[in-house]
């Protein structure tokens, strides 16, 4: 549904239960290409994510702090654990992040909604990194958590079980 | 472990609960910290596939999309949330959600959690990205054209439209300084040469209302990509059980809920839909930063669901074109049943179709589903299952004017209610020489595609011999 990824590259890329575990499992997010402007997508992203609990580490070339935390130029940077390298950057600078996100010994990486690079995929997979790819992680948890729900939005999350809105 | 991430947060009870209170308003909020231990079964932290990995069908979505149980009562259906507004966790909070940076509930005229479960649901039988509810259908195509539009901008229809959208294309929209121009459905040179400049959008019904023309999607898909523009197609009369347009690529639906999605009668309501395969960022009325929400530019913010959101957050905030939560219920009511009721809909009006043919008293019968139709080919092709069961035909009076026959006949059906309206569970009927249309002479009713021996059926769900029974009786009045 809306990406341009073949059904076997989604089948890999985009499975649910990947997502869902990945959202369940996570706490620290490092955001590459978080911006400082209020009105990017990506602060959209990184507001709703930090209110949601996640831990989030923007990693920006030039800005000290986004989003009342501390900002590093580099992936590498980062200090301490970071569970997921999320891309907001173009497709042709992922590979590069696919390596540090490895080096780093992060768990997974996520390129959001519109970025493909099946060889930032590659790498990460050689490295036995989780790799998400063309999807938003903000749609993905207001999908199972239900946000997305309440704006009308298609979720195609079916069940009869009680309680059953959440990642 | 989002646990221990949650903890931090300081105010959620168990694992499983965490994440919905954290986001959701109380009112509505499936796992409130307020709920009894006893009612909230969540299991300890691996949920089901939740139908993630399976592409449910058709009848399954119609009875569970969009609404799934929730923790706190376990209400088997889907509740009416009759409430104008919804409290705010915290200041924060409400600040996020007023910039669309939380997804949430504000006030019902935006969203409302009884019309999301409408939403969604109809949303996921037409394979859209979601949906939109409004008051009405005509309502649906307020918010979806403002949602384009500018002053100065144009719009080139089908000539074959519901007259209710006529008058808002030729009498309202003009008034904001939006014109329309209407050509052939079926003509692609038509449309292409009425394509200028200023034309924004192209607009079509999957059945003409009243004519009974099925529309030749894929080739008008394809006409209006080669000129970037988006194409918005009325699906009212099909339903997204017997076509989905977008399947076919089309941008954009509107559809009245009141005739067969709710097939009560009891409830006016519409919905705007959007497949997610147009590029809404090429659309300046939508892409351009919104004044309202601080430059926020809505397609690149939010993908996909880009023009929904705008179409929620500023036309539907603006217009309050919105509909309301007793009548989304009513409405999941009936798409509930939509497959089986349309089912036979379509039996019922193929065999009265038929009859009406072979009868004596009739001159000739405007439905796709008979061969001879020059419609015939399309329907099978947009419309396997059937093509509605809205059509009309036309009395041969037997010497009689025809719209005094016209005129007799209805006022001796017994079973067929006379009034204007379509998509009744119940056969209903309408001379539009009599009534709609009784200003105009014969020759100007013929000069708008309408005659007056014309008769319009919307074929009901009673018993198909019946309803053949009370149309025989009928035209065996016009000869007495």
């Known amino acids: 549904m809306n990406s341009s990824l073949s059904p076997e590259q989604q089948e890999q890329y985009q499975h649910p239960d990947t997502i869902r575990r990945l959202l369940r499992a996570t706490d620290t997010i490092a955001m590459v290409g978080l911006s400082s402007s209020p009105q990017k997508a990506s602060q959209f992203v990184a507001t ?16 000290d702090s986004i989003l009342g935390e501390t900002a590093y130029p580099d992936v590498e940077s980062v200090p301490g654990p970071v569970d997921v390298v999320n891309v907001f950057r173009p497709p042709h600078e992922c590979p590069t992040y696919a390596e540090q996100a490895a080096a780093i010994g992060a768990d997974a990486l996520w390129l959001q909604l519109g970025i493909v690079s099946p060889e930032a995929a590659a790498i990460a997979d050689e490295h036995g990194l989780d790799v ?7 749609m993905e948890h207001g999908r199972y958590q239900g946000g997305m729900h309440w704006m009308g939005m298609n979720t195609g999350v079916i069940t009869a079980q009680r309680g059953r809105r959440q990642v | 472990m989002l646990t221990s991430v949650c903890k931090t947060l300081g105010r959620l009870p168990t694992p499983t609960v965490e994440l919905s209170v954290t986001t959701l308003p109380p009112r509505m909020s499936p796992d409130s910290d307020t709920s009894p231990a006893s009612s909230s079964p969540p299991s300890n932290g691996t949920p089901s596939a939740a139908g993630a990995g399976r592409d449910f069908g058709f009848e399954t979505r119609m009875l569970h999309a969009g609404h799934i149980p929730d923790a706190e009562t376990g209400s088997r ?15 924060n909070y409400a600040a996020q959600l007023f910039e669309l940076k939380a997804y949430g509930n504000i006030y019902t005229r935006i969203n409302n959690p009884t ?86 959008v192209l607009y079509g019904e999957t059945i003409g209302n009243p004519q009974g023309s099925v529309l030749d999607i894929e080739p008008l898909v394809e006409l209006a990509d080669a000129h970037g523009l988006p194409l918005i197609i009325d699906n009212t009369f099909a339903t997204p059980y017997l076509c989905r347009p977008l399947d076919w690529d089309v941008p954009l639906v509107v559809q009245s809920a009141t005739k067969f999605i709710g097939g009560h009668g009891t409830s006016i309501g519409g919905v705007v839909l959007d497949g997610g395969s147009f590029d809404f960022t090429t659309i300046d009325a939508v892409a351009e930063p919104s004044d309202s929400y601080h430059g926020l530019k809505f397609p690149d913010t939010f993908g996909h669901q880009g023009y929904l959101m705008k179409t929620r957050a500023e036309t539907l905030r603006d217009t309050g074109a919105s509909l309301s939560p007793f009548n989304a219920f009513q409405l999941i009511q009936g798409l509930e049943t939509l497959s089986v009721r349309v089912e036979r809909h379509v039996d019922n009006a193929q065999a009265v179709a038929e009859h009406l043919h072979e009868h004596p008293r009739v001159e000739r019968v405007a439905y796709p589903g008979l061969p001879g139709n020059p419609y015939h080919a399309l329907a099978q092709k947009y419309l396997p299952k059937g093509p509605g069961a809205i059509f009309t035909f036309e009395l041969s009076p037997d ?20 009034l204007a309206n379509v998509g009744d569970a119940r056969s209903l009927v309408l001379h539009p020489a009599s009534t ?45």
Request: net charge negative; glycine share 6%; hydrophobic share 40%.
């Open chain 2, 77 to 91: 259906a889907v509740p009416i949330h009759q409430t104008t507004s919804y409290v705010f966790d915290d200041t």
């Open chain 2, 436 to 480: 709609t249309h009784q200003q105009l002479s014969d020759e100007e009713m013929r000069a708008s595609g309408l005659s007056p021996g014309m008769i319009r059926l919307s074929i009901g769900l009673e018993d198909t011999n019946d309803l053949l029974w009370d149309l025989d009786q009928a035209l065996h009045a016009i000869s007495q």
């Open chain 1, 132 to 138: 998400v790819m063309d999807r938003c992680m903000k």
């Open chain 2, 115 to 200: 019309t999301a479960a409408f939403e969604e649901r109809i949303a996921s039988l037409a394979n859209a990205v979601g949906a939109v509810a409004t008051a009405s259908g005509m309502a649906a195509e307020l918010v979806a054209l403002m949602t384009l539009l500018e002053p100065g901008d144009e719009i080139v229809a089908s000539a074959h439209l519901y007259g209710g959208t006529r008058t808002l294309f030729t009498n309202t929209f003009q008034k904001l300084s939006v014109e329309a121009s209407f050509v052939e459905p079926n003509d692609l040179d038509a449309w292409d040469a009425a394509i200028t400049d200023d034309t924004k």
């Open chain 2, 399 to 418: 010497g009689q004017a025809p719209r005094a026959a016209g005129k007799t006949f209805i006022e001796n059906l017994q079973l067929f209610s006379h």
């Open chain 1, 48 to 63: 709703y994510l930090q209110h949601q609990g996640y831990h989030i580490v923007p990693v920006h070339p030039k800005a």
